[in-house]
């Protein structure tokens, strides 16, 4: 039975890629060189393979992989129609890995250390349905991206998450996982917040990060926005309450200040008070303005969650494997 194979599992390394004609190649050979001495090893069955979601690229890299698809039947190609995004292209990879007793994603870059999947490997046979990659070090981050990613641990801390630190998608999930996260039809995707929250047991593999080896961060300033707004708006209604919240201090200030104002009325002061009166509109403007940006963060989940759009459209599925059933 599938998912029971502890000892040695049908193992799928889920790849992302975007735009990675620049590295593509070199990290397929890493990877499948990876797979080899773990099937030799005995570590994981001869049916393990590395699975990369092309997710939309608009270089070569589809091109490059199938070709490497055709020729090598370690490696399957799921191509995905337009650029879904990094956790959809994940997803993508998970859902479509229907052979594998367990999945581990990593992104193409070769940035995570690829010798942790021994580790991740061991904590489950040991009993581990989850093991999170934890990186050691950011020092192959530039200034900006290390000091982003402390704020929004921060933030999301604040705002009430449980994320793991310093955890990207380097990730062992099990069978039993996978099909559990099928029930799970949110659109509005964030794995290192879902994943933890289903209460799977897990355990913790550190790895040092390297640069990368080539080509240049498909992350951009408006991606990792949108990473850290649904990493909050997908699981906190936080921020919500934190409105009300300031709602509801504003509202008795003002009340201190009408019975204050009034009392000056009565003792018939005039108030001269013009850069007051600015600042507090300026500011509570400011606070309003928010707030209903926040909200409408909300509603424009709501709104996409209803639609209830598949995440992603697989365009074709190309390996070796296929060809030959095909050829049949
Ligand atoms: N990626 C993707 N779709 C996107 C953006 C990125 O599949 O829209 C992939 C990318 O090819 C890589 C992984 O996600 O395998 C992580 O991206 P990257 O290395 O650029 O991010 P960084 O390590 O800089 O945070
Ligand atoms: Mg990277």
């Not at 934190?242 to 003792?267: D, K, P, V, Y």
């Not at 507090?280 to 639609?307: C, D, P, R």
């Not at 759009?309 to 599925?317: A, G, N, Q, S």
């Amino acid at each position: 039975m599938k998912g029971s194979n502890r000892e040695c599992p049908v193992l799928y390394l889920v790849v992302p890629c975007y735009n990675e004609e620049a590295i593509i190649l070199e990290s397929a050979r890493v990877m499948k060189e990876k797979i080899s001495e773990l099937i030799q090893a005995g570590t994981i069955d001869k049916n393990s393979k590395v699975l990369f979601v092309n997710d939309g690229s608009k270089d070569k890299t589809f091109a490059l992989l199938s070709e490497a698809a055709r020729k090598d039947d370690s490696f399957i190609v799921v191509s995905l129609v337009g650029n879904a995004g990094h956790q959809n292209a994940i997803w993508a990879g998970m859902m479509t890995a229907s052979k594998a007793d367990v999945v581990i994603t990593i992104d193409a870059d070769l940035q995570q250390d690829i010798n942790a999947v021994a580790d991740f490997l061991e904590c489950y046979r040991n009993g581990a349905e989850v093991v999170y990659g934890v990186r050691n070090n950011r020092e192959s981050d530039g200034t900006f991206k290390k000091l982003s990613a402390l704020a929004y641990y921060k933030f999301m801390h604040l705002m009430g998450s449980r994320i793991l630190k310093n955890h990207a998608d380097y990730r062992l999930i099990s069978r039993k996982v996978i099909d559990a996260l099928k029930e799970y039809n949110e659109s509005n995707l964030f794995l290192r917040g879902l994943i933890p929250s289903l209460g799977f047991p897990s355990d913790i593999v550190y790895f040092d990060t390297k640069e990368r080896i080539g080509g240049e961060t498909k992350y951009t300033l408006s991606k990792m926005l949108k990473l850290a707004t649904d990493g909050i708006t997908s699981f906190t209604i936080r921020p919500l309450r934190i409105i009300s919240f300031a709602g509801f201090i504003t509202m008795l200030f003002s009340i201190i200040l009408i019975i204050f104002s009034f009392i000056e009325w009565l003792q018939g002061k005039n108030v001269p008070g013009y850069t007051t009166l600015l600042l507090v509109t300026l500011f509570m403007s400011g606070i309003i303005l928010l707030s209903l940006g926040v909200i409408g963060e909300y509603l424009g989940k709501i709104y996409l969650e209803t639609k209830s759009r598949p995440k992603y459209l697989i365009d074709c599925v190309i390996s070796a494997a296929k060809e030959a059933e095909d050829d049949d």
